[in-house]
């Protein structure tokens, strides 16, 4: 399969415990984003890799959320000290880059703070 | 404002009727593109079609088609001859060009979610 993969695909976790999930985009992207998606919304953009470099965060990442895509491959995405409004759907999305071409999504981390 | 509205939060729709989903949005760019993407149960977005704003002709693949009216800012999302697989959430999507750091990120509508009834 050569499409975005992510890992793992649930994540049930006590709120106040650091949480990693990791995701691998296709090989030949070198743009990576990360989407946070609530129940009955759309997703919402969270922050954005070009190649390794992370060029851009949305207000949304609070310093608890930390991203990194080292060597410009796959991605992390840490969320510290998990709050319960952290519960959502974590999307990947990886593209290449022109203003025509589609993003490809991965199946998402679905995150619960109990 | 909202750079995406679906105005349609649910819609109900017999198997092998057609089926329209609406979509506007809201750019000062003349360059842009639209997508729809398709979210089944098991939460993964899939890419259903494109619509550039430059493009003449309105986008068509397999069952989808999109009724892009630029004047209204309107890409409206028809599929023909539905199906009950196509029993999903929808999400209209635009990319904007940007001048910082290329990140053409796409920013959502709230969705809509088509159910079909056999």
């Known amino acids: 399969d050569t499409g975005v993969s992510q890992d793992p695909r649930h994540k049930i976790t006590k709120r106040g415990q650091n949480v990693t999930f990791r995701c691998d985009p296709i090989?030949?992207?070198?743009?990576l984003y990360w989407y946070r998606q609530t129940l009955g919304q759309g997703p919402e953009f969270l922050t954005y890799?070009?190649?390794?470099?992370?060029?851009?965060k949305s207000r949304l990442l609070s310093d608890r959320f930390s991203a990194e895509r080292p060597k410009g491959s796959f991605s992390t995405l840490e969320i510290q000290r998990t709050e319960q409004g952290d519960s959502a759907m974590y999307l990947c999305?990886?593209?290449?880059?022109?203003?025509?071409?589609?993003?490809?999504f991965g199946q998402g981390t679905r995150l619960t703070v109990v | 404002a909202q750079k995406i509205t679906q105005t349609q939060p649910g819609m109900f729709v017999q198997e092998k009727e057609a089926v329209t989903l609406d979509c506007t949005y809201d750019?000062?760019?003349?360059?842009?593109?639209l997508f729809w993407y398709k979210q089944p149960s098991s939460g993964e977005m899939i890419f259903l079609i494109y619509?550039?704003?430059?493009?003449?002709q309105n986008a068509t693949e397999g069952r989808y088609s999109l009724n892009f009216q630029k004047a209204r800012k309107s890409a409206n999302l028809v599929i023909s001859a539905s199906q009950l697989g196509d029993s999903a959430m929808y999400f209209c999507?635009?990319?904007?060009?940007?001048?910082?750091?290329?990140?053409?990120?796409?920013?959502f509508g709230t969705g809509t979610r088509l159910t079909i009834i056999p």
């Open positions: 999305a990886s593209s290449a880059g022109q203003l025509n071409t589609e993003a490809f």
């Open positions: 090989s030949e992207h070198n743009r």
């Open positions: 890799f070009q190649n390794e470099a992370q060029l851009e």
């Open positions: 750019t000062s760019d003349p360059s842009y593109g």
């Open positions: 619509q550039g704003s430059y493009d003449q």
């Open positions: 999507a635009m990319r904007e060009p940007r001048s910082n750091f290329g990140n053409e990120k796409l920013t």
